[in-house]
């Protein structure tokens, strides 16, 4: 399944299916299962019912890359018009070793990879770094998003949309992810949130060694966070150059930022 999306072991990956070929690809590998359309489903096929399909990275210039994940379809919803919504989680990395056909739909030969699980004091040291990383280039991040002005209808609903946006907030920041998978499973975890950057991703995906996808991502979020750190003091100065609310003479007096109140 070629896409314009890098799928890593442990993401999620929910794809919308709407295209005929599609459809009748995603019938065959849920054949059994309750609320499938009969009539798309390739009972002769060798995937028929097995749930799993590989997903390659497709870039800007049509460029199928060589190593991909194996996805295994955990839901899906079917709407009467036939389109479904499927949720994915990434299994394992391959390799192309061979393409067999190229329509309707790309069916090749690969390879598994074997996964370094490497759990050695230092990996398990890196990947707790990384995982502490993550957590402050994301308060940060969540910090500047609040400071941006918004519009907000009226305060009650403010108030209501905060308080959901934090425990949203919160439910990241403390992910069981963070502490519960191994090192290697950790790496790929943390290698889909830059999404933002898919090249960046391949690349993380296609390393073999564990310490070195943990070791390049550290390096990203040192420079995130660092990038980060200079714009909220940037901010924070200009913000203050712009005037305080407190040289107002009252409360009343404080005009809310050009997006409404916060």
């Not at 070629?2 to 995603?26: D, Q």
């Not at 391959?94 to 074997?114: G, S």
């Not at 990384?130 to 002005?149: E, G, I, T, W």
Request: hydrophobic share 40%; glycine share 6%.
């Amino acid at each position: 399944f070629p896409l314009n999306v890098v799928a890593l072991p442990t993401a999620v990956v929910p794809l919308m299916i709407f295209e005929p070929k599609y459809r009748v690809l995603f019938n065959t590998l849920l054949a059994g299962s309750q609320k499938v359309e009969q009539g798309l489903v390739q009972e002769d096929s060798p995937f028929a019912g097995s749930q799993r399909f590989g997903m390659c990275f497709v870039d800007d210039k049509g460029r199928v890359a060589g190593i991909g994940t194996t996805l295994e379809v955990k839901d899906f919803v079917m709407e009467p018009s036939g389109r479904m919504y499927v949720t994915n989680k990434g299994i394992e990395r391959f390799r192309v070793t061979n393409v067999v056909k190229k329509t309707p739909v790309l069916v090749c030969d690969v390879e598994v990879l074997p996964e370094d699980d490497d759990q050695s004091d230092e990996a398990k040291a890196l990947a707790a770094q990384v995982a502490d990383l993550f957590r402050n280039v994301l308060r940060l991040h969540l910090k500047m998003s609040r400071a941006k002005p918004r519009q907000a209808p009226n305060r009650a609903s403010s108030a209501g949309s905060e308080a959901l946006n934090s425990e949203a907030e919160d439910e990241v920041l403390e992910a069981a992810e963070l502490t519960e998978l191994s090192p290697s499973m950790l790496s790929y975890w943390i290698a889909h949130a830059f999404s933002d950057n898919r090249m960046t991703q391949q690349g993380l995906l296609e390393l073999d060694k564990t310490l070195e996808r943990l070791q390049d991502e550290k390096a990203l979020l040192e420079n995130t966070l660092k990038y980060y750190s200079a714009a909220t003091a940037l901010e924070g100065v200009f913000g203050r150059a712009r005037g305080s609310p407190s040289e107002a003479k009252d409360a009343s007096e404080v005009q809310p930022p050009p997006g409404g109140p916060d």
